[in-house]
């Protein structure tokens, strides 16, 4: 178990309805001038946007927008984001939408708290932040957990690369939460981001030593969760409870609650996602699908207590006399191949799980087909990205990384 | 599943060593005049006073120390403790100890920001709050949750009543949780702890209608974290593993995590136990462990899927056919009967383990033996502080009230 310091300071405002105070919560965080970043033209045609611009004005709120923003979101828009808000004297920010449209937010956010900061500067990681506006948003997607995370992802287009910054600056300050406003989108978006909640657990749950039960308990309980209702959602899109089980798992899985005591997790399918998306610009959650079972069983003998303690816990495997704590070994004999034979059985289903769901599990099936020097590329650049040797479950190389990605292909 | 307004602001800072933060910690949030608020001498002779203030010196933060809070804290301490803040021209309150001292601390907060306040009328509910110094902690026992609520509970030793105020203007700006400064407890004080927070679990657990999935997965994974760590430190106290788990569910089960989508949570047995911790001055864990399993089968019949929910999911009753969402019915022929049974033997495993850990289970093995007049006291006194009905399992008049602590004698 390591220590940990632990903050999610995001205030929360869940139900049908809800994004009808935002006039009212901005108000009461002092907003003056709010610049209002979105994505594409849904948000206006289903006048979600019209019903809170009217909650703005209702609360004698100035405001201006700024639409566009695309999945994988752009520097591009960030910087035009930047300029309008200086010439507008923006001193807030909401943004309505999915983790795109906030992340983009977040990254306008420290670009006008810091007028002479080049704001690719903190993606590079050339220097942390000294200040961001403040941020909040209309949720509309539950995918990212951006609207409670510190973190935010950004594509510089003109290079391909696509970059994390996470600092506490950039916690949003609210986050309001209509599991009504999920119910239109498409079942492929629904279920990538019920991938990508997923994997925001599962990359602090595949770590070596140090974690909680806590932790674990709650990790297994939202993985849990979001499997039985993702299903749900497939046949019966409008269900409130399934979309109001996992918006708020979405949430819970990245705002840090997933990794107390752990080692800070191990994030290489993210990392390694990141140069797909970066290249491919393929959906994240999608993408994360298609790496995840490659990563698993290239790395599963080096975490094999996680990867058994999994199996049991969340997959449903018999774990014979295995100890639901993953204290004891798992097969009844308690041998390694049982509990290897345990954990590529957690894997498999994880795996079919995917399958089930729609999503791919291969590269060629998330519809890219990356050539050798591509690969090649992805796992430079992913190396550069993350100091040369990814991850926690196991170590990987640069070669490992080139690797993963041909066994995935 | 009702809407939610959730926000738990206080950041943790958890493991070995991390009182040794204090000063930094207190420099990073501007504080310059510091009361340190303690309980008995038990931290003067640990040494941790001595540490915490060592850590201050070195950051150059002025402090002044007031200890001498007793359990039920008391509103004299109160009010000495913000006569010498107002003299020492403090600007933030650090809490050294559990629930009583940070209640102390939370109390003083209120009253240092409002001179014109007397600060027992929030308690007595005549307004709310303005504002609050900032206060923090360095938490020395695991049980009230107080170092991350934002709640406090403080007795008026004059007429022996015991309020709650809640606020989230209190609500700790940082936590300092080292799991090894709790090692040093009696087992009596560790167990009360134990199921203090076990019970602020159970309070937001038990309710009619509106639980979340999310919610409900979290809130059994904390109780059974407990249980499962409880019995171990009466065996072996200097467990840290043991000692960490139980710190950190204890914050999070009165953080409001565990009450998100639910109609904000049943606490009859807290207000029944406030008025026997008022009138008899009681260990407030064991006050509770005495109280519910007699509220528990006063209640059941009322509240019967949670209750079965919990007999199957917490307790490990036998369920049969019972979905462990509590979608189902409990019984494998689904009669109502075995339902009952199974709520039943849920509500006696639980109180087999209150036993277990050396809890009381009838108001008498509390030690105390209130007269019938007194129990129509407080009674009558839980009822006007409640506002008549009380609780969410079952409403429960005054009437109630006095037939639930004449069956738990």
């Not at 007028?115 to 948003?137: C, I, N, Q």
């Not at 994880?350 to 890219?368: H, N, Q, S, W």
């Given at each position: 178990m390591f220590g940990f310091d632990y903050s999610s300071t995001t205030r929360v405002v869940f139900?049908?309805?809800?994004?009808?105070?935002?006039?009212?919560?901005?108000?009461?965080?002092?907003?003056?001038?709010?610049?209002?970043?979105?994505?594409?033209?849904?948000?206006?045609r289903s006048g979600l946007l019209g019903r809170v611009t009217a909650s703005l004005e209702a609360a004698g709120i100035a405001h201006c927008e700024l639409g566009g923003v695309v999945p994988n979101p752009h520097l591009g828009k960030v910087r035009e984001g930047i300029a309008l808000g200086t010439e507008q004297q923006i001193d807030f920010i909401l943004a309505i939408g999915g983790g795109s449209v906030i992340d983009s937010s977040k990254a306008i956010a420290y670009?006008?708290?810091?007028?002479?900061?080049?704001?690719?500067?903190?993606?590079?990681?050339?220097?942390?932040?000294?200040?961001?506006?403040?941020?909040?948003?209309?949720?509309t997607i539950s995918a990212a957990g951006s609207e409670t995370s510190n973190g935010c992802v950004i594509t510089n287009e003109e290079t391909g690369e696509?970059?994390?910054?996470?600092?506490?600056?950039?916690?949003?300050?609210?986050?309001?939460m209509n599991p009504e406003l999920t119910m239109s989108l498409p079942d492929y978006q629904t279920q990538s981001g019920c991938t990508d909640i997923m994997m925001h657990t599962m990359e602090r749950y595949f770590t070596q030593g140090g974690n909680m039960e806590v932790t674990d308990g709650i990790a297994e309980s939202l993985l849990r969760t979001v499997m039985k209702y993702a299903p749900v959602l497939r046949e019966d899109p409008n269900n409130y409870k399934a979309r109001a089980e996992i918006m708020w798992a979405g949430s819970l899985s990245h705002n840090d609650l997933t990794g107390c005591g752990n080692d800070g997790g191990d994030f290489a399918c993210h990392q390694l996602e990141h140069e797909l998306g970066g290249m491919f610009d393929v959906t994240h959650g999608a993408g994360l699908a298609a790496l995840w079972p490659t990563w698993a069983r290239y790395v599963y003998r080096d975490c094999l207590p996680r990867f058994t303690r999994f199996a049991v816990n969340v997959m449903g495997v018999d774990g014979g006399s295995f100890a639901s704590d993953g204290s004891g070994s798992a097969g009844g004999s308690g041998s390694a191949d049982s509990d290897e034979a345990i954990a590529l059985d957690g894997i498999a289903r994880?795996?079919?799980?995917?399958?089930?769901?729609?999503?791919?599990?291969?590269?060629?099936?998330?519809?890219?087909e990356p050539t050798e020097e591509q690969i090649l590329e992805m796992a430079a650049s992913c190396a550069r990205a993350s100091g040369e040797l990814l991850g926690s479950a196991k170590k990987l190389t640069v070669e490992d990384m080139a690797e993963i990605y041909r066994l995935a292909m």
């Open positions: 139900g049908r309805a809800a994004e009808e105070k935002a006039g009212l919560l901005l108000q009461e965080y002092g907003a003056k001038r709010v610049l209002i970043h979105y994505g594409g033209g849904s948000c206006v670009g006008l708290a810091e007028p002479e900061l080049d704001v690719w500067e903190l993606f590079e990681g050339k220097r942390p932040a000294k200040a961001a506006l403040p941020v909040a948003s209309v949720l696509k970059r994390a910054y996470n600092d506490n600056l950039g916690r949003p300050v609210f986050a309001i994880m795996e079919a799980f995917f399958r089930k769901i729609g999503m791919p599990v291969t590269i060629r099936e998330l519809g890219v």
